[in-house]
């Protein structure tokens, strides 16, 4: 321990000091509504240098002083130069005009390429043209047609990156961890596009700010709420619907409430009403959900910031069969909360602060009930499955610009965590029954984490993200503690080349238990124990970045990564939470999993222009072992994709016409299925399986395209918009789930792919107000 | 450049493959995933190796997982040979479907194992097992004058069978087991093991369900298929085990076992005559059946499969050992 606050201290250690300079500090904001832009530029054009704003939109820059100009650039906004006589420290909000709608993208002088290996930031405009199922605009799905990035598999919860299994993503909105992410079993993300103004995603090299996943960071900021003029926006699809309203509250208040809600009770009508009415009928689906953001942001003066967000999602899933007064209910839902109160500092010209309580709540059920008339007695018998994940939590962090090529951040964070891995609730012929049944008691533990962040620029073609973290967690009477570091390093080669470097270690506290079976996942959270260590990983990646073309329009980037993982956790075979309701979950897994997954990932990108888009591939290999499992040989892991193709192109036909059209292919995921058959000594036909994830399921392709015609509302000139395309324009049958039908000593097997979403036309119309 | 004209006609266009996508649409169907060939042949290699009985062999093939059977499921031309504490006691000749050696009876306290060879597929062999000693069953007794207060099923005329067997080393499991019969010599099951109850045995450490020989009043092995329950030997912790039977003297009646469908009827005289038998269970029967208990194959979507149990190096299946024990009762 004494020897990681001596590195922290050495970390800390400023390595210039500067005399007779001014501070120019403050926010980089949008004209339009006040949000704050998050790495925006902000640069110093005689000396070469600049910064980027953080997380909330502000920054600090000291030079000499003198005249100066200052130029600040985002995509999507235009440029904004400031030339003055800076004599002392000031403070300035930067408000960038953005760029109108039907303007073609114009290219964005001056950015400097600061992103670490392993960081994607698409804007959210982008990322809302591609299209998606029914045209909803999907900001995670969007994310897989970037390198290193997969769907598990269509209709699956969950972003694998770069090998990893989906709860190794730290999914942060507003800074409280959301870890459902999935709406309608995976076919939509829970985040409404509308609400979210920023993405930033981490696939390696994460900063040490960030920690307590193995794979990735999403860290999504939820707008703020347009302080400038009321305005709302109403999108009306076939099957969901969403809204948002955003406006001042007096002079220094703003608000936005933004929803979603989708509801397939008018595709089964007739069956519906049915249902209701007793009427027989078997296996009826009903699915619905809805999700709803609210933030409330309060600008006491140009230094302090009150921030106050809560976000809810639910699904509801309910399958019915009934005849002559029997029924037979299968249903599932889950939802989460989440909420964070947030208070921004600027203490001074260099030093950046904030704090915030974060509140995170997830529940899943799953229950089946069943009844009878037996001489006039309705019978019942039903189980109820509930797994949930409560945290609150803590977090402070302090940022000192020391100098354009010197910043530091401090924090501390601590969470508590309440997890129930597995209540069960039995009633048999209607008589509950004793849940001490099932041993999945109530699980509570604290994380907790120290960390200092270094970005240093020593030489004018080096700059270095340098850092550690130490976590821990208590957990009963067991703390683990770990040391974290972390290393970005960016090498300018001249203007048009980089090359990146990443390193870091991370460790993980909480796990998702995932069932290995062939039909519908069943994921419960479950924390470290004493009994159950946290997993590790180490990642090493690198990467090369070239521009190249007419004003630079066109990035070519190649990225590979090395990851190793230990102590992973998985069932054993032949074990799931629900099969074993009476086993703790603890009693039912393997603990010393280890991982390893490679990669090469690479991106070819036009910017900007009336045609623009990119085409990225990865080729990468995800494989795991332990001496528990498939005879303690590696397998490939169920998130190992060997090639991923993605091509995304957008045009500006006209002011009124875009289209869009995006391609993915990915090889078909791991899948355990039987080799063989064979007559065992009871001359039963058995069936052979050589070894865990034996096979692939068919590949994965789709083209999908979509067109969008801008217009003005005849009477009140209001903006409008009519959303048309194609989901799986080629009607491709991607495989979703295996069903297995005969096999059972005298017929023969067969093996079904059910495939669920064919070629699916939409259209949307939107209109702002 | 892109007038009025030209995007109504746009528009039209978008509209009409709109529609013609939504008509396609409603078209959906489920693909086969064939596993149609296998990678490379495996020899499977069954045996029940029963004390006093003459060993039978089965050297099976395998096929495609989702492949129409093949006609014949066993290797004909197979070289089978059975070692008794490693030492050849000679090869075994094909008789139907099974290789057999009439000349020859396993005996007990004896450790097997079997070799096989079948030209251009490969070569397997068994892990040595042992065939547990005899005398297993020390007493067994009844009693007709009981009142049967609830045991779940409805009994008409109960009858109480007490069974003592001794806990045997390297045995891993024991079944008993009651058949009885009538005047008519008609085979009749139906009883109650009052221990294990209506109690659910998947995955219990105590009992389980499996599938050993029953014996016919010659004390020949007979191979009916009905899930018995087994008592776990790592929960006796005595060196005798008393096993309480609850039998039905007027319980029903089924065909013959080796007629598929077996059919119940109403039996014309009651049970006088019971077989009380206990099999012992090898450790390699004992996994077996558990893996066989577990997910094996897509009995569960949530759950991943199970492999089956093997004892055979380089192949499939299973050589196992028993010894059986057995007493009549007649009923008076």
């Known amino acids: 321990m004494l020897r990681i606050i001596y590195i922290l201290a050495f970390l800390s250690l400023p390595v210039f000091s500067f005399a007779q300079k001014v501070t120019l500090y403050g926010r980089v904001t949008d004209e339009d509504n006040d949000e704050s832009l998050i790495n925006a530029n902000v640069f110093l054009v005689n000396e070469n240098k600049g910064v980027q704003t953080n997380q909330y939109g502000y920054f600090s820059i000291t030079f000499y002083s003198g005249k100066h100009e200052i130029k600040c650039s985002y995509s999507g906004y235009k440029p904004f130069i400031l030339k003055k006589d800076f004599l002392k420290d000031s403070i300035f909000t930067i408000a960038l005009e953005s760029i109108q709608l039907n303007e073609v993208i114009v290219k964005n002088e001056s950015i400097k390429d600061d992103k670490p290996v392993g960081f994607t930031n698409v804007p959210i405009q982008q990322l809302k043209k591609i299209p998606m199922v029914l045209g909803e605009a999907d900001l995670l799905k969007a994310l897989t047609m970037t390198p290193g990035i997969s769907a598990g598999q269509e209709g699956s919860a969950g972003l694998n990156v770069r090998g990893s299994n989906p709860d190794q993503n730290l999914v942060l909105l507003d800074e409280a961890t959301v870890y459902n992410t999935s709406h309608a079993f995976g076919y939509l993300s829970v985040f409404n596009p509308d609400a979210i103004k920023n993405i930033d995603v981490y696939k390696g090299a994460f900063p040490s700010r960030f920690g307590g996943r193995l794979a990735s960071v999403l860290d999504i900021t939820m707008k703020e709420g347009n302080n400038q003029a009321s305005r709302a926006e109403l999108s009306l699809g076939i099957l969901s619907s969403r809204f948002l309203k955003e406006g001042p509250i007096g002079d220094k208040t703003s608000y936005l409430v933004a929803g979603r809600l989708m509801n397939t009770l008018l595709l089964q009508l007739p069956t519906h009403i049915k249902t209701l009415t007793g009427g027989s009928v078997d296996g009826v689906p009903s699915l619905w959900f809805y999700d709803i953001n609210a933030k409330i942001n309060h600008k006491f003066d140009d230094n302090s910031q009150l921030f106050f967000s809560i976000y809810s999602n639910y699904d509801y899933y309910k399958n019915v069969t009934q005849a002559s007064g029997n029924s037979n209910n299968v249903g599932l839902n889950w939802g989460s909360i989440t909420s964070s109160l947030r208070y921004n500092k600027i203490f001074s010209n260099k030093l950046f602060g904030k704090a915030s309580v974060v509140y995170s709540n997830f529940k899943y059920q799953l229950a089946s009930e069943s009844t009878y008339t037996k001489i006039n007695e309705k019978i019942t018998n039903s189980y109820d499955l509930t797994n949930t994940i409560r945290d609150i939590g803590i977090k402070t962090s302090l940022e000192y610009a020391h100098s354009p090529s010197f910043t530091q951040r401090i924090g501390l964070e601590h969470t508590f965590h309440l997890i129930a891995p597995g209540q069960l609730e039995i009633t048999k012929d209607n008589v509950k029954q004793d849940v001490s049944i099932n041993q999945n008691v109530r699980i509570f533990s604290q994380e907790s984490a120290l960390f200092l962040e270094n970005e240093i620029a020593p030489l004018s073609f080096l700059k270095l993200n340098i850092g550690g973290r130490v976590s821990s967690l208590s957990v009963n009477n067991t703390t683990y503690t770990n040391f974290e570091p972390r290393l970005a390093t960016k090498i300018t080669l001249n203007s048009k080349h980089g090359l990146k470097f990443g390193y870091a270690q991370m460790q993980q506290y909480l796990h998702q238990l995932t069932s290995n079976g062939i039909g519908i996942p069943n994921d419960i959270w479950v924390t470290a124990t004493e009994k159950v260590p946290p997993s590790r990983a180490i990642q090493i990646d690198a990467g090369y970045y070239l521009s190249f073309g007419k004003d630079s329009q066109w990035e070519l980037s190649v990225e590979t990564y090395r990851k190793k993982f230990t102590q992973l956790i998985d069932y054993q075979q032949g074990s799931d939470v629900v099969t074993e309701f009476n086993a703790n979950w603890q009693d039912i897994i393997v603990k010393n999993v280890q991982g390893l997954a490679y990669g090469a990932e690479f991106m070819l990108q036009k910017k900007y222009g009336k045609l623009n888009g990119w085409l990225s591939y990865t080729n990468a290999v995800s494989q795991r072992q332990s001496p528990e499992i498939n005879k303690g040989e590696w397998y490939y892991a169920r998130y190992d994709r060997r090639h991923n193709v993605a091509v995304v192109l957008n045009y500006q036909l006209t002011p009124k016409w875009s289209f869009t059209s995006s391609f993915v292919y990915q090889t078909g995921y791991p899948v355990t299925l039987p080799e063989a058959a064979y007559k065992d000594s009871d001359g039963y036909v058995r069936l052979y399986y050589s070894g865990r994830n034996n096979f692939r399921i068919s590949d994965f392709h789709r083209l999908d395209i979509g067109a969008t015609y801008n217009f003005k509302t005849k009477k009140r000139q209001r903006d409008a918009a009519w959303n048309l395309g194609i989901y799986n324009v080629y009607n491709r049958k991607n495989p979703n789930y295996l069903e297995i039908d005969g096999f059972y000593n005298s017929s023969q097997l067969s093996i079904k792919q059910q495939s669920l979403l064919p070629i699916l036309p939409y259209f949307s119309y939107q209109v702002k107000f | ?332």
Not at chain 2, 87 to 112: A, E, H, Q, R
Not at chain 2, 168 to 182: E, F, H, K, R
Not at chain 2, 236 to 251: C, F, G, H, Q, R
């Open chain 2, 1 to 332: 450049m892109f007038d009025k004209k030209k995007e109504t006609s746009l528009l039209q266009g978008l509209w009409l493959f709109f529609w013609a996508s939504l008509s396609i649409s409603c078209d959906n169907t489920l693909n086969n995933f064939e596993i149609n060939t296998v990678a490379k042949p495996l020899i499977v290699l069954n045996a029940r190796l029963v004390a006093r009985q003459t060993p039978r062999v089965y050297v099976g093939k395998i096929w495609g997982a989702t492949a129409q059977f093949p006609v014949e499921t066993f290797y004909r031309n197979a070289d089978v040979e059975l070692f008794a504490d490693e030492k050849s006691v000679g090869k075994l000749f094909l008789k139907d479907t099974l290789y057999i050696n009439p000349n020859y009876t396993i005996k007990s306290s004896v450790k097997y194992s079997i070799k096989v060879t079948v030209p251009n597929i490969g070569f397997v062999e068994s892990e040595p097992v042992l065939i547990p000693p005899d005398g297993l069953l020390i007493s067994a007794t009844y009693d007709t004058k009981i009142t049967v207060e609830s045991t779940g099923n409805t009994v008409r005329n109960p009858c109480l069978v007490t069974a003592v067997f001794k806990k045997l080393s390297d045995v891993a499991a024991y079944s008993v087991d009651l058949i009885g019969y009538n005047d008519e010599g008609q085979l009749i099951c139906g009883y109650n093991n009052l221990e294990i109850g209506g109690r659910t045995i998947v995955k219990s450490p105590c009992f389980f369900e499996t599938e050993t020989p029953y014996i016919d009043l010659l004390g020949n092995i007979g191979s009916f298929k009905f899930g018995k329950q087994a008592f776990v030997s790592k929960c006796i912790d005595t060196p005798e085990k008393e096993v309480k039977l609850m039998a039905d003297l007027n319980s029903y009646g089924f065909t013959v076992p080796s007629l598929d469908p077996i059919k119940r009827f109403e039996i014309p005289n009651p049970i006088n005559k019971i077989i009380v038998s206990v099999v012992t269970i090898s450790k390699e029967e004992l996994e077996l059946a558990k893996s066989i208990q577990l997910v094996e194959g897509f009995t569960s979507a949530l759950s991943e499969p199970y492999p089956t149990y093997s004892n055979i190096k380089g192949g499939l299946g299973i050589v196992t050992g028993y010894n059986v024990s057995y007493k009549i009762l007649y009923i008076k």
